[in-house]
């Protein structure tokens, strides 16, 4: 079946970097656009970032543009998202989330039906 694994989360002070991996098992990883999204509490599930199927198009979040990368390695089907200059605001549960086959990248989390368990970001002094 469908499975998502998030890992790389932690505990960083504001300015640091931290790499996200998202491990994809159970379906053909190179059909499918991958998106990043994250959850603070009391707010809604943001998108953060995602990348179509062959890494030709890729969308950012305005608030992590130039700070945060998303990358992917089909072969390996791995999704990672490179967060650097983090900010207390990153702070958040952050999930790696798959939609329907040949999907295109999308911000929007009603568009993906598969989802990680989420790893905690904190980003604090």
């Known amino acids: 079946q469908y499975q998502l694994v998030e890992s790389g989360g932690g505990l960083v002070q504001p300015g640091g970097s931290l790499r996200l991996s998202c491990a994809a098992s159970?379906?053909?990883?190179?059909?499918?656009?991958i998106g990043w999204f994250r959850q603070a509490p009391g707010k809604e599930r943001e998108g953060v970032s995602c990348?179509?199927?062959?890494?030709?198009?890729?969308k950012y979040a305005d608030s992590v543009k130039g700070r945060f990368t998303i990358s992917r390695d089909n072969a390996k089907k791995m999704v990672y998202l490179q967060m650097n200059s983090l900010k207390p605001e990153d702070t958040g549960v952050y999930y790696c989330?798959?939609?329907?086959?040949?999907?295109?990248?999308?911000?929007?989390?009603?568009?993906?039906?598969?989802w990680g368990q989420g790893t905690q970001v904190t980003v604090s002094s």
């Open positions: 159970g379906f053909t990883l190179d059909y499918y656009a």
């Open positions: 990348i179509s199927s062959n890494g030709g198009s890729i």
């Open positions: 989330a798959a939609g329907t086959p040949y999907s295109p990248c999308a911000l929007s989390h009603l568009l993906y039906d598969y």
